[in-house]
């Protein structure tokens, strides 16, 4: 009898977690981009495939009662007793977090080719002199690392340079190509201990509110005096320093998904404004192509106050103008003439990103804007379409009623619809054009 309760309650233990789902109890939220998975439709092709078992699977185990506290368990421990973590964080001395491309492009673990960082500069050169034809000026921005800023954290192995890194390498061919550029990495790292309040935080990968005011202030007179103009300025006008974690300042901490809150050093919160006797000045419109790292320059009120009737082009896909997403780039019938509507394209990277990001700023603003051709707009069409059924539940829904009657998989489904939408719009363009 004893031998059956006992049974009979690991049953229930077994089976309690489902019991709560269907009852909508214990569904706790993790933090950091997590892909929500939507319930499959079951279809016959599917079944067969699997790809429907696979789907439901990943559905319910979203769902499932108390997930999430177990997941924040997991990583507790993985935090507390051996200072990893599943995430994209890299744990250093006394708690200090970073993100792994920050610490390999510090000690040059995930240095590009060199030639494929010349190759790089030299299309960027190209799309400067062609941007200069039509009265558009070109500055590239490097934003600081934290590995770099937070060297003496970082394990002594990591401390080390093994080799010249991305940095060092675009820092020296960008000089050497005259391309106007901005070494903020270099600069903000030399303020460490001289400023009134500190530039970093210890549980975010980001600069915090007080670099980008120093940041956003060195932009405004570097394009007065480049441009010999008058802008206005922006300004704090209040700073409180608190232990509560203001907007990205703790971002690292909270995809860590832990139990327990790190213990954070104080960080500044600052209201910012215009400057008064300066409101009045003239704004210059600027195209801004970047990463992250502009968001803190952006929640200054440097697109609001300064750059006037400008653009975001996060990644060179989507766009945003004052704070609100118009579209994509791909969707832009000629990216090269909406360039030259601006006075200054400034392109915004950071130190711990430059193993990929220029290939996409500098490589593709350069074919797209300089050569660009049916070829490349049909491959970028035909990836943009993929992303977009992918991300559209109804529109996939659709696809998979055609992938069943065709007894193709949805990706197969997927790529023929993402096709006959990029030889569609296509078509337009090339009919937009001849009427112009």
Known sequence: ?????????????????????????????????????????????????????????????????????FIRLANQMRYSFFSTSKADVFVGKDSYLYQYGYVYNHNGENTSDKNTIVNNVTCLSHLRDS?????????????????????????????????????????????????????????????????????YPKTGVHWNQYACLLAQDSIVRYFEAKYNRLLPHIIAKNITMSKVMNGKDDDLEKILNLIFPIPDNPMPHITFAPQSSTAQREKIKVLVIGDSYYHGLRDTGLEKWVFGDSEYWYYFDAVSKDGKDIGHVMDMYNVKEKMNTFDVVLMVMTQGTLQFTPDKFFKEVYQEYVFSNDKHLYDRLVSFYIRQINSDKNWLKDVQLKADEKHISLKEAVKEDAIWMAKEKIKERMKTNQQK
């Open 131 to 199: 941007l200069e034809a039509h009265n558009t000026d070109l500055v590239v921005l490097i934003a600081p690392g934290k590995a770099d800023f937070y060297p003496e954290y970082l394990p002594s192995r990591y401390q080390k340079k093994i080799k010249p890194t991305n940095y060092d390498l675009y820092s020296q061919y960008l000089y050497k190509a005259n391309i106007n550029y901005l070494d903020f990495n270099k600069w903000i790292c030399s303020l460490k201990g001289k400023t009134k309040y500190p530039l």
């Open 1 to 69: 009898m004893m031998k059956r309760i006992l049974i009979g309650i690991i049953f229930f233990c077994l089976c309690l977690p489902a019991i709560l789902s269907l009852c909508g109890y214990g569904r706790g939220q993790l933090e950091g981009y997590i892909e929500k998975a939507e319930r499959p439709v079951m279809h016959k092709a599917s079944i067969w495939s699997g790809t429907w078992q696979r789907d439901e699977e990943q559905y319910l185990k979203q769902r499932l009662a108390f997930s999430s506290k």
